[in-house]
């Protein structure tokens, strides 16, 4: 069957959305889920703890747990972007948010490893919505406010992020309620968004609908991506920075648990790792500001190489106060990756190609948070800190492979595309400062 596209021509007395009442409802779908999935990253070690799991095998589960987020979900990275553009935005935003509530009501009830096992693989089929809402937006917004509102938008993962453990922490040690609480509240907040969408916002559809099968589409779209050098090369770093951030991103709140002792420690992870999340949102765009001047490559390699040093000292903070200090610093440089890459994107990668490219770009960053986690549950039996020690090690393997990629591409000139225009390179960051947060 043939791959091709419909054009739509609106009509001229089609009741249009506000695009300011559209962006505060996708901000808040996408905060919410970031409040989430932040939650599960912070507290499944202390899950793992509640269903007397000993502690020999809790530190290899939470590796091995931390890859089930991801598995179900990358094959159907392709799928996404396609159902959306061909049937509704709006039912595949509204089916990532009933897809949350299923996974936080399976997790709150679960009281065995194994069904925790079994609510981690649902996150798959929840994640794929943000490139969605991103279209969304940017085919609401008058062509002057773009930007802005993709500025907006970016924002609402690394906030709800930062949220997530610190309520989580409320609910915990203030209140006294317990995690199943914890994750009972987030579901009851996304059926809440699952309704504010449906009700509150109207369909956005694209201007060009694709037609064929949604496979074809999908397969096309693979080849089209990865018969490109500059996208490879591109995604290969992509894939090695995520990969350093899930070796050591699942015993953060070990970390954490050790340094602090039992008491209020749910308080003591939210500190760390909420402070993190915020202070990585508000460093992201001042990366931004610097790859424009010096240059995408360097600020990568410089962010990469920080961030490698600040995982090394992760493990030899002595005081809950001077982990937070170093998750932030750690934070901070990580965040600046993602919209280097996306920044690259628009960039290097030939315009035809680019929505393509953002459609596919979660590929590496889900195999990254399959095969991480991994090799950290095996590695983790040297000791709490060799996740820390091998993550720091990647990071620089990453830095200097970018260092010579740079060198290389200034020397030949080779693989520099059309860049983008503004309104399309605000969009690439925009969902790089999202995505950074996601895991």
Not at 98 to 110: D, K, T
Not at 170 to 195: E, K, Q
Not at 402 to 407: G, K, L, S, Y
């Amino acid at each position: 069957m043939s791959i091709s596209a419909t054009t739509l021509a609106g009509s001229p007395t089609e009741r249009r959305q506000d695009w300011r009442v559209l962006l505060a409802i996708l901000w808040i779908t996408s905060c919410v889920e970031g409040l989430g999935v932040s939650q599960i990253f912070a507290f499944m070690p202390s899950l793992l703890t509640s269903m007397g799991v000993p502690e020999e095998q809790r530190l290899q589960f939470v590796g091995l747990f931390g890859a089930l987020i991801f598995v179900v979900g990358m094959p159907l990275v392709p799928l996404w972007g396609v159902w959306a553009d061909k049937y509704s935005r709006k039912a595949v935003i509204v089916r990532s948010a009933l897809v949350e509530a299923v996974v936080f009501v399976s997790i709150a009830l679960s009281r065995e490893p194994w069904q925790l096992a079994l609510s981690l693989l649902l996150v798959g089929l929840q994640l794929g919505n943000t490139g969605v809402m991103l279209g969304a937006i940017r085919d609401s917004a008058p062509t002057g406010r773009i930007g802005v509102a993709l500025a907006w938008f970016g924002s609402s993962s690394p906030i709800g992020f930062a949220i997530g453990p610190v309520l989580g922490a409320i609910v915990v040690d203030s209140l006294g309620l317990g995690l199943p609480a914890v994750f009972a509240l987030s579901a009851l907040l996304s059926i809440g968004t699952a309704v504010l969408v449906t009700f509150g916002s109207r369909e956005v559809r694209p201007q060009v609908i694709p037609t064929g099968r949604s496979i074809d589409l999908a397969f096309g779209a693979l080849r089209g991506v990865f018969g490109d050098r500059a996208t490879v090369r591109i995604f290969a770093v992509f894939f090695v920075s995520f990969l350093a951030q899930q070796v050591s991103r699942p015993y953060i709140p070990v970390l954490v648990a050790d340094v602090n002792g039992p008491d209020d420690v749910a308080s003591a992870i939210g500190l760390v790792t909420g402070a993190a999340a915020l202070v990585g949102a508000l460093f992201a765009p001042i990366g931004g500001w610097l790859g424009d001047r010096i240059g995408y490559r360097w600020v990568l390699v410089g962010s990469l190489g920080a961030a490698g040093a600040a995982s090394l000292l992760m493990p030899i903070a002595p005081t809950v106060g001077a982990l937070a200090i170093v998750a932030l610093v750690l934070a901070a440089f990580y965040a600046v990756v993602a919209p280097m890459i996306f920044a690259l994107l628009g960039t290097e990668v030939v315009p035809e190609r680019r929505s393509q490219t953002l459609n596919l770009v979660y590929l590496p960053l889900y195999f990254g948070g399959i095969v991480g986690p991994i090799l950290a549950s095996q590695v983790v039996r040297l000791g709490i800190g060799a996740p820390f020690v091998l993550a720091g090690v990647v990071y620089a393997v990453g830095a200097v492979a970018v260092a010579i990629q740079a060198m290389r591409l200034r020397a030949s000139g080779v693989g520099i595309a059309e860049p983008a225009g503004p309104t399309e390179l605000a969009d690439l960051e925009a969902e790089g400062i999202a995505e950074s947060n996601i895991g």
